[in-house]
């Protein structure tokens, strides 16, 4: 099956910096990578998503780029701010079949600091 | 417009009891999925249900089970409760069978002492 792995584990930046988290699958049929926030209790958020047919997209700061030959994919964030602390997870489907099952990476504490 | 509600939102259990939770999607949508969250690692999938009929399953024992209701709500069932099974319970909901948009519920956390 899917095997999603996501680096790095913990990301400490300061404030106004950039954060890359990056993720690698392993089913080369997915297609379809979302991003999730997830704040202390709460639950995840879907921030932005990218599909196969699209190399990067792109929201405000946030941004997703996409390399289908090297089964990874990537999140971006610029001018982090301190409300950007969280957890960030990747993901990836098989879009388009019968279900839809999402397989998670392991998660990336970001931690911004003031 | 509610989002995706569950409940209870907290719960504890003892080991070999039987549990049962609850999620209600997003009015329009037709398709619930489970997710066990444990401590520190990301959700795990274990069911979707889609127009009451279970679409797909993940890998969980048999002492998991879900069902769909005509409304569209879905119970998620987990017997023999073992500590292991502590975590946090997440449900989303979406309009169709496949992943894109998928909408998370605050989740129930479950404990098993």
């Known amino acids: 099956g899917e095997n999603v792995e996501q680096h790095p584990s913990t990301l400490s930046v300061q404030e106004g910096d950039s954060a890359v988290i990056k993720c690698t699958y392993s089913?080369?049929?997915?297609?379809?990578f979302p991003w999730y926030k997830q704040e202390l209790g709460k639950r995840p958020q879907l921030i932005i998503d990218?599909?196969?047919?699209?190399g990067e997209k792109k929201d405000q700061r946030i941004a997703v780029t996409l390399n289908k030959t090297a089964k990874h994919f990537s999140l971006h964030i610029t001018e982090t701010q301190p409300e950007d602390s969280a957890v960030y997870f990747c993901a990836a489907s098989l879009g388009g079949t019968s279900y839809g099952k999402l397989t998670f990476g392991q998660g990336t504490i970001l931690t911004v600091h003031p | 417009d509610a989002g995706v509600t569950q409940s209870p939102t907290h719960l504890i259990k003892t080991r070999g009891q039987q549990v049962t939770l609850r999620c209600s999607p997003i009015s329009g949508h037709k398709s619930v999925s489970w997710y066990q969250q444990v401590l520190g690692q990301g959700p795990q999938f274990i069911f979707q249900y889609y127009e009451k009929e279970e679409r797909g399953r993940g890998n969980f024992p048999d002492r998991f089970s879900a069902r769909q209701f005509p409304n569209y709500s879905s119970e998620l069932n987990v017997n023999a409760l073992l500590l292991g099974d502590s975590a946090l319970y997440l449900c989303?909901?979406?309009?169709?069978?496949?992943?894109?948009?998928?909408?998370f519920g605050s989740g129930t956390r479950l404990t098993v002492v």
């Open positions: 990218i599909r196969s047919n699209v």
């Open positions: 989303a909901s979406s309009l169709g069978t496949v992943a894109y948009g998928y909408t």
């Open positions: 089913d080369s049929a997915s297609n379809y």
